[in-house]
């Protein structure tokens, strides 16, 4: 099974940007869908992004327009490019498999915070 880490997180006043990435422990080429996922404080884990193995890229409506999923198959590593980040933003980031029914363990995440 391949193994995900996430990191990039931090803390970024509303506006602004921040790039998250998912290093995998395998090759991710092959596996069809890779997707990111947060999970605010009290509420249930929620979809953000999701881009296939051919490219084809899927957006939850609250950060289409602001976030781009992106991946390099050469390092195996996954990413979220998340710009005019708002304060609803703030989260646990955590990627996994972009596919429900192949969704694996999940990992510690990365905590993004948008504030002033």
């Known amino acids: 099974q391949v193994q995900l880490v996430e990191s990039g997180g931090g803390l970024v006043q509303p506006g602004g940007s921040l790039r998250l990435s998912c290093a995998a422990s395998g090759r991710i080429f092959n596996i069809f869908a890779m997707g990111w996922y947060r999970q605010a404080p009290g509420k249930q884990r929620e979809f953000v992004a999701r881009i296939t193995n051919g490219g084809a890229t899927t957006y939850a409506d609250s950060v289409k327009g602001r976030f781009t999923i992106s991946r390099d198959n050469a390092k195996n590593t996954v990413y979220l490019q998340m710009n005019s980040l708002k304060p609803e933003d703030t989260a646990v980031y955590y990627c996994?498999?972009?596919?429900?029914?192949?969704?694996?363990?999940w990992g510690q995440g990365t905590q993004v915070t948008v504030s002033s």
């Open positions: 996994n498999s972009g596919l429900v029914a192949t969704v694996g363990s």
